[in-house]
T-cell receptor, first 114, second 115 residues
Framework: NAGVTQTPKFRILKIGQSMTLQCTQD?????MYWYRQDPGMGLKLIYY???????DKGEVPNGYNVSRSTTEDFPLRLELAAPSQTSVYFC?????????????FGPGTRLLVL | AQSVTQPDIHITVSEGASLELRCNYS??????LFWYVQSPGQGLQLLLK??????LVQGIKGFEAEFKRSQSSFNLRKPSVHWSDAAEYFC?????????????FGTGTRLQVTL
């Protein structure tokens, strides 16, 4: 089983460039999440989705956008990359509301903005 | 606002020794509690979780955790550490209420295992 897959694994961006981080899950989970992990810090929630067509902001949404057109895919868009967005980004999914549901994480995308 | 504190940034133990990783939370009511492990270059994997009931919960890979309401703690333990347990460990909490409850993570404890 593939689980949660993320592409690319690593990317270097110049300031002001844009890119989309891809996330796909094959477990038919309704809930999907995007986190960022900065060095020495825990994960912080950027955006989440409770199903296709429904998204909402997490703790640190500024500078990012998401969409959820299908159950499987939950891409994260950076419109104008800034050095503060240098981080490791993790996508996760869960089968239900967190109570009783577990989050399954992808391997991460390491992003460097110069 | 809820918060999670993992007071130990880095811990080193010998293989075969016992392990305890500390986690304290701040929240108005008892939240849902989780421990995740992150191996180098990998995503997080759920070790165990506490929702209610028995305060001692068993997880995968021989880990267990005990919820202590009076101390607002949820410490992770393992009786005998293996070299493959070297990783970063994150404690996380989520509120009981609301849909798609969002996890709040601690800053993590990096475990090093010496042979």
């Amino acid at each position: 089983n593939a689980g949660v897959t993320q592409t690319p694994k690593f990317r270097i961006l110049k300031i002001g460039q844009s890119m989309t981080l891809q996330c796909t899950q094959d477990m038919n989970h309704n809930y999907m999440y995007w986190y960022r992990q900065d060095p020495g810090m825990g994960l912080k929630l950027i955006y989440y989705s409770v199903g296709a067509g429904i998204t909402d902001k997490g703790e640190v949404p500024n500078g990012y956008n998401v969409s959820r057109s299908t159950t499987e895919d939950f891409p994260l868009r950076l419109e104008l990359a800034a050095p503060s967005q240098t981080s490791v980004y993790f996508c996760a999914s869960s089968p239900s509301e967190l109570a009783g549901g577990d989050q399954y994480f992808g391997p991460g995308t390491r992003l460097l903005v110069l | 606002a809820q918060s999670v504190t993992q007071p130990d940034i880095h811990i080193t133990v010998s293989e075969g020794a016992s392990l305890e990783l500390r986690c304290n939370y701040s929240y108005g009511a008892t939240p849902y509690l989780f421990w995740y492990v992150q191996s180098p270059g990998q995503g997080l994997q759920l070790l165990l979780k506490y929702f209610s009931g028995d305060t001692l919960v068993q997880g995968i890979k021989g880990f267990e955790a005990e919820f202590k309401r009076s101390q607002s703690s949820f410490n992770l333990r393992k009786p005998s550490v293996h070299w493959s347990d070297a990783a970063e460990y994150f404690c996380a909490v989520a509120p009981h209420t609301g849909t798609a409850s969002k996890l709040t993570f601690g800053t993590g404890t990096r475990l090093q295992v010496t042979l």
